[in-house]
């Protein structure tokens, strides 16, 4: 195992929650007057927090979101993600196989706590993270494609930055990991190889990812 410390991204990675939050996001932004597609929130939004969204709007448009915008979005997120979020197909198994070998693993997500817990109770992965962790873009002062949630992950895991690896699915995740100077293989699943560009390595399916970790 050439890693001491495997970094899961969550959106996308460990739950599938991207089609849904985004599907939220673009009707959202549509109904308040910025039409947005759902390839559009991927494109700008996909990995990101949701300040994002309030940067991107303001400078497009030199228009304010509503004060109330981010616990709306929440809302019709976590309520969709009741209905409708699941696990990624495998990520259990390569989960099983990280406790097996004793190989200590985390999530660092764009994604609010609540989100993330949201979305763990529905889909059963509450039983594989617990608080020690699960690291958040609230976490830290600057999200992703900054590399300040990857080195606050692993100086709270005790792992040097060179020793860990990153598994994300985001363009913004893949600048994050590369900038906090740790390996990182993108999950093509969902985006495309040359939209994870510089990252470590690709694979577009969870069975593939034991063998590349060396499990």
């Known amino acids: 195992m050439r890693y001491e410390l495997v970094v899961f991204d969550n959106d996308g990675v460990l739950v599938d929650s991207e089609p849904v939050a985004n599907t939220i996001l ?6 308040l007057g910025h039409p947005t597609s759902y390839e559009d929130s991927l494109r700008d939004y996909m990995g990101a927090a949701v300040h994002r969204v309030h940067d991107l709007i303001g400078e497009r448009t030199g228009q304010r979101l509503p004060a109330d915008f981010d616990e709306t979005l929440h809302a019709r997120t976590f309520a969709a993600f009741e209905r409708e979020l699941e696990a990624v197909a495998g990520v259990t198994d390569v989960l099983k196989r990280l406790v097996a070998q004793d190989v200590a693993y985390c999530l660092a997500s764009s994604g609010s706590h609540r989100r993330i817990r949201v979305g763990h109770r529905k889909t059963g992965l509450d039983a594989w993270f617990r608080d020690e962790n699960i690291f958040s873009a609230e976490d830290v002062g600057r999200g992703k494609p900054a590399p300040d949630l990857f080195l606050h992950a692993a100086a709270r895991m005790g792992v040097a930055p060179e020793r860990c690896v990153v598994v994300e699915d985001s363009r913004l995740g893949v600048q994050a990991a590369l900038a906090a100077g740790m390996d990182v293989y993108g999950f093509t699943a969902m985006t495309p190889e040359e939209k994870l560009v510089g990252a470590t390595g690709y694979f ?6 034991p063998a590349i970790l060396g499990l």
């Not at 673009?26 to 109904?31: F, I, N, P, Q, S």
């Not at 577009?204 to 990812?209: F, T």
């Open 204 to 209: 577009d399916s969870m069975a593939e990812l």
């Open 26 to 31: 673009a009707g959202y932004l549509t109904e």
